[in-house]
């Protein structure tokens, strides 16, 4: 019998709801060694969480907390429930576990009556709105091959590349990919070297992505690094640029001929960025690890700087990841969107007073205002403020909240709108004299 599972099984539902990490990655991670079988009993739980948290409310079932076995743990009944009222391993559970429940056995079966006599049962499923399909992005690595060499190397191996025409539109790139069969692949209306893969295409493990040809990053992510577009041999700054996809986006830009300066606080991601710049063959980043709030921006070496990307920490509510539909909608946390929203401000002002700089790209992957327009707000009404945001990406039909008034002059990205995760991007160039 193994108590372990169950333990453990609770740790990672907790961590999973609290956006700590993503699922798979915590699952992975754990030193329970049956992953498949964790993984299984975590994603039952959360797929029947709301059906459990109703039968925990229920009179008689919130008793079983009391247990000594339970300790009062809601997300170990939970599981339990789980394994008694709908899974089929209840006579797996550990004894001093399943006593906890069979002692209480009585009051739980009158409670699952009760929920399906008024029509709540955990059979009886609430309508569900079926999940977004986003597409499987990859951008062309134009530091090791050309579009046209990428085109030509993935008609060799059967795929079959297209533009899609018209496809600036939000409903006509909708449809587009809607209607796309599995081997027809798109070039991205809106961003260059990009394509568009079915959303069932798992190239993983492909040859192309492995060795760095093709890098695996969503549309929107892509956005900040096309639109700071910096000219070849100029210094860029990268700023919070783990895991590197932006730096890497950047230094294709910049033909891999300048400077990219890239700094990130975080040890894991800094190291994860290290070694995926080193597989994309960027020879012109200069990747730090630190607090950019503590980097004198003035030094010397920073002087030829003439673009910054900012994308600091933010709450990550756009990303959207394969099990989402299990966790439900996500309660915003204020006091959370305060305190990133204040680190978003000092870092992207931070950032202005780099002395030569003469444009700056901020993006989140956040679709919260308090880190979006609400940021950029702080900055545009202090009168001297260095810097002015221009019209990103007109072409981008899906703009910033229209009650800023400069919010026409953002964008956004949203799943159920563009296909991609939830995104903010802004742009500010430095005001002429």
Request: one cysteine or more.
């Amino acid at each position: 019998m193994d108590e372990h599972l169950y333990h453990e099984t609770a740790d990672i539902v907790n961590r999973t709801l609290s956006k700590e990490r993503n699922l798979r990655t915590l699952v992975y991670n754990s030193s329970y060694a049956n992953k498949k079988k964790l993984l299984r009993l975590c994603c039952e739980t959360l797929k029947y969480r709301t059906y459990l948290e109703k039968l925990m409310k229920q009179p008689g079932v919130t008793d079983v907390l009391r247990d000594r076995a339970i300790q009062s743990n809601r997300t170990l009944l939970m599981i339990l429930l789980y394994e008694f009222v709908i899974g089929s391993a209840f006579r797996h559970v550990p004894r001093k576990l399943a006593i906890a429940i069979s002692t209480n056995q009585k009051a739980i079966s009158q409670a699952v009556e009760e929920l399906e006599a008024r029509g709540e049962g955990w059979a009886q499923k609430e309508p569900q709105e079926a999940p977004v399909q986003i597409p499987r992005y990859a951008r062309v690595n134009a530091i090791k091959w050309s579009m046209e060499e990428a085109e030509e190397n993935l008609a060799k191996e059967q795929w079959v590349v297209q533009k899609m025409e018209d496809g600036t539109s939000p409903e006509v790139f909708r449809q587009r990919v809607a209607e796309m069969t599995e081997e027809l692949v798109y070039w991205d209306p809106h961003i260059d070297y990009l394509l568009v893969f079915h959303p069932k295409t798992q190239i993983h493990n492909y040859w192309m992505v492995t060795e760095g040809y093709l890098i695996l990053q969503d549309k929107a992510s892509c956005l900040p690094a096309f639109l700071a577009n910096p000219t070849p041999y100029t210094h860029v700054f990268d700023i919070c640029s783990a895991p590197g996809m932006k730096t890497s986006h950047l230094a294709a830009v910049l033909n891999n001929q300048g400077k990219v300066w890239a700094i990130d606080k975080a040890n894991d991601r800094f190291e994860v960025m290290t070694s995926m710049l080193e597989r994309a063959g960027v020879t012109i980043a200069s990747p730090f690890c630190g607090d950019f709030l503590k980097v004198d921006v003035t030094d010397k070496k920073f002087k030829k700087v003439k673009t910054a990307v900012v994308d600091p920490p933010c709450s990550g509510s756009g990303i959207v990841k394969r099990m989402d539909n299990l966790l439900g909608a996500e309660p915003k946390n204020e006091r959370r969107l305060n305190g990133l929203h204040n680190l978003q401000v000092m870092i992207l002002k931070h950032a202005m007073r780099l002395p030569n700089l003469e444009r700056i790209v901020y993006s989140t992957c956040s679709v919260h205002e308090e880190e979006d327009e609400s940021v950029l707000e702080e900055i545009v009404s202090d009168p001297n403020c260095p810097f002015e945001l221009i019209d990103a990406l007109p072409s981008w039909k899906h703009r910033g909240l229209s009650s800023y008034e400069f919010g026409e002059k953002c964008l956004r990205a949203d799943p159920k709108v563009d296909l991609t995760n939830g995104f903010f991007v802004a742009v500010f160039e430095r005001k002429q004299e």
